[in-house]
């Protein structure tokens, strides 16, 4: 089973700054094969992020998705109000899927 | 819309049995894999189980081989989950998923419903 480790367990920053959460996995990933995700409270996980670097439909482009091998970078331009939340990487090369522990951004 | 509906979680006593179902609407049900990803209070995502958009293969964590069936009729678009001997770590909350780009079990999830709560508890 691929383990995805993610840092830092929270992010704590300010509306406008730029965020970077790191996801590690425990053995090579292609990159085809992993994705993030949003969470929000009392809501459904949202599809921001697959193949690494594509942005999923109407995701807006402060989203980016960068990495390979072992270690995967999700980056937020400049954080909105909207965009405090948890994170979550996931790989889908290797059966069973395995997702992150997750990352929280909070405002600071 | 594209839409899934998840029901029939609920509160069973260890070693119970319940059967989740999700019903999908707004796309073709049969051209997509689905999954069955779950949530404990206060926890991470889980993936449990996937199927193939023909359920000619299923896939399963092995923490619920042999506990959990999925399966899914694609005349009435519906994907379910059967659950046996329940234990209290199955607790969680239940989404069902759609996969991305259609029959590629290996996929990213685009669609995920609003979950269904299923407790396991004396």
């Known amino acids: 089973e691929i383990v995805l480790t993610q840092s830092p367990g929270t992010l704590s920053l300010s509306p406008g700054e730029r965020a970077t959460l790191s996801c590690r996995a425990s053995?090579?990933?292609?990159?085809?094969?992993l994705a993030w995700y949003q969470q929000k409270p009392g809501q459904a996980p949202r599809l921001l992020i697959y193949g690494a670097s594509s942005r999923a439909t109407g995701i807006p482009d402060r989203f980016t998705g960068s990495g390979s091998g072992t270690d995967f970078t999700l980056t937020i331009s400049r954080l909105e109000p909207e965009d405090f939340a948890v994170y979550y990487c996931?790989?889908?090369?290797?059966?069973?899927?395995?997702f992150g522990q997750g990352t929280k951004v909070e405002i600071k | 819309e594209v839409q899934l509906l998840e029901s029939g979680g609920g509160l069973v006593q260890p070693g119970g049995s319940l059967r989740l179902s999700c019903a999908a609407s707004g796309f073709i049900f049969s051209s997509y894999a689905m999954s069955w990803v779950r949530q404990a209070p206060g926890k991470g995502l889980q993936w449990v189980s996937g199927i193939t958009g023909s359920a000619g293969s299923s896939y399963y964590i092995d923490s619920v081989k042999g506990r959990f069936t999925i399966s899914r009729d694609n005349s009435k678009n519906t994907l379910y989950l059967q659950m046996n001997s329940l234990r209290a770590e199955d607790t969680a909350l239940y989404y069902c998923a759609r996969d991305l780009r259609g029959n590629y079990v290996e996929d990213a999830f685009d669609i995920w419903g609003q979950g269904t709560m299923v407790t396991v508890s004396s």
């Open positions: 053995q090579r990933v292609s990159s085809t094969y």
């Open positions: 996931q790989q889908y090369a290797n059966s069973p899927w395995t």
